[in-house]
């Protein structure tokens, strides 16, 4: 399995409405996870699930790059079960959108995925290529010029009960 993963996928719809799907924190906590994310470089944010073995629930990042509606950039740590143990070196997740046939092509590249088990890897590739081909169309069908109504996606397949007060849920 490679160490670089790649999507990349088509959608019919104008680059700054894939934009808000990527940024607005009610959106990513439909398609991807509840956060607290915010479009600024240097914000620390994170992604946040109900933990399960092997898995604290806390994806950390920063946000590294925000060149709307091109360019997005953020590191992307999984933080260990344990509360004394060391986390692994960040990851750095890169969204790319162009404008391409009436639609965005959005591309995704996710480095140091090293890091990571091989079915860790799996798992991601697995879930970015649902993510970016089932999840994010039907909460794209909830923007319209720049702005995400929340309750495209009601029912997750994972467990957010555990999510702290603030976060996009």
């Known amino acids: 399995m490679s160490r670089i993963l790649h999507k990349h996928v088509w959608l019919p719809r104008p680059p700054a409405d894939v934009w808000t799907a990527l940024t607005d924190p009610r ?45 997005l950039v953020y590191t992307w740590t999984v933080l260990p079960t344990a509360p004394d143990a060391t986390p692994p070196p960040p990851m750095i997740v ?37 993510m970016l081909r089932k999840l994010l169309p039907t909460v794209l069908e909830n923007v ?3 702005d995400f109504t929340p309750g495209a996606i009601t029912k997750r397949d994972y467990g957010v009960q555990t999510v702290p007060e603030g976060y996009a849920k």
């Not at 959106?27 to 994310?37: D, H, I, K, V």
């Not at 140091?112 to 798992?123: A, D, F, M, Q, Y």
């Open 94 to 130: 890169e969204w790319t959108l162009e404008p391409e046939s009436d639609g965005t092509r959005l591309r995704l590249k996710q480095t140091g995925i090293e890091v990571l088990s091989w079915w860790w890897r799996l798992s991601m590739s697995m879930g970015w290529r649902r």
């Open 27 to 71: 959106a990513l906590a439909e398609w991807l996870m509840p956060n607290n994310f915010e479009p600024r470089v240097g914000h620390v944010f994170r992604f946040h699930v109900d933990p399960m073995p092997g898995f604290s629930g806390i994806n950390e990042c920063k946000v590294l790059e925000v060149d709307p509606p091109r360019r």
């Open 144 to 146: 319209e010029e720049g």
